[in-house]
C-alpha cells in the first residue's frame, strides 16, 4: 500500500473483484485516499460497496463511495474522449470523437483499446492530475482483466511507445510503461485458487510479467477461498472408519478438499519462492454477490 498503483489480476472466476475490493477497504480504513477502478465498463465492485445505485451513464465517473474509498469503471470510448479533448483544441477534439471513421479507426487498431484504459489508471495515480478540478490519490487498486488480457493491458504502453518511436504516443506510452515496470510505483497481485489450474495459470504469469517488455516480478499472490483443515489425526482415522453416513461421506469430502487445497498451496509456495503468497478463507455466500461487510474482513485478513 505504500505504492501509487496495485492491479489485482487472476484468472477468471477466482475472485479478482473480491480481493481488489478488499484491498482498496483495507487501504481506505487505514487513511489512504483510495480508488478502486474496473475495466471494460464493468461495474461490480460499486454494486457490492456502495448503497444506492449509479444513476445510469455514470459509470465513467469517480464515485465517492465514502470513508475515503473511491469508483470508476472505465471504458476505452469515455478515456478517448478525455485524453483526445485533453490534447486537443475543443473544436478538433469535438470532431474527432464524433466522427465515425476515427472511431472505426480506434476500433481497429491493435491494443488501443488497452492502451487508452491503463492511460487512465496512469492518470488516475499522478500527483498532478490533467483531469480537470480532480484530486488526487494515494492509492489506485486496478481491477484488471484475466490473466491473459491482464498481461496485454499492461504491456500496451511499452508496445506503441516502442512502434511510434517519436511523438505524442511514443511520449505519453512510455511514461506509462516506466510507472508499470517500475516495482516500487507498481505492485502486481495474482490471486488464484488452491486447484490445480488457478496455480498453473498463476505460475505462467509470473513468467509472462518477467519478459520483455515489463520485467516486473508479482508482488503477492493472493489464493482465495482456502477450505479449513477441519480433521487431523486421530478424527482422520475415525472418519475412516466410521460407518458411511450422509454426514460422514460430506466430512470426508471435506477432509479431501482441504487436503487438495494444502497440497496445491505447497506447489505454488515452492514455486513462487520468496514472493509472499496470502490465503482468504472460504466466505459462504451466493455465488457471483459480493457483500460489503464480508469484503471488509477479508480485507483486514489480507493486510493484519
Known sequence: MSKPLVVVTGKGGVGKSTVAAALGMAA?????????AEVSARDDVS???????????????????????????IDPESALEEYVRDQ????????????????YLVAATPGLRELLTVGKVWELAQPDRRTPGAH??????????????????LTAPGTFADAA????????????????ADPERTAIVAVSR???MPVNETLTLRDALADDPLRQRLAAVVVNGVLP?????????????????????????EAARARAHRSQLARLRRSVGDVPVRTLPFVFGD???????????LGEELVR
Open 28 to 36: 481506505a480504513s487505514r487513511g489512504l485516499r483510495t480508488i478502486v
Open 47 to 73: 454494486r457490492a460497496l456502495a448503497t444506492d445505485a449509479p444513476a445510469p451513464g455514470t459509470t465513467f465517473v469517480e464515485r465517492d463511495l465514502g470513508d475515503g474509498l473511491h469508483h470508476i469503471s
Open 88 to 103: 486537443l483544441p475543443r473544436g478538433v477534439s469535438d470532431l474527432l470523437t464524433s466522427s465515425r471513421m476515427f472511431a
Open 136 to 153: 488526487p490519490y494515494d492509492l489506485v487498486v486496478l481491477d484488471a482483466p484475466a490473466t491473459g488480457h491482464g498481461v496485454g493491458v
Open 165 to 180: 518511436r517519436m511523438g505524442p504516443v511514443a511520449r505519453q506510452g512510455g511514461k506509462i510503461h516506466a510507472m508499470l
Open 194 to 196: 488452491a486447484e490445480e
Open 229 to 253: 483443515n477441519r480433521f487431523r489425526g486421530a478424527e482422520l482415522r475415525a472418519l475412516e472408519a466410521a460407518p458411511p453416513s450422509r454426514a460422514v461421506r460430506a466430512a470426508r469430502t
Open 287 to 297: 455465488a457471483g454477490d459480493l457483500d460489503g461487510a464480508a469484503v471488509a474482513r
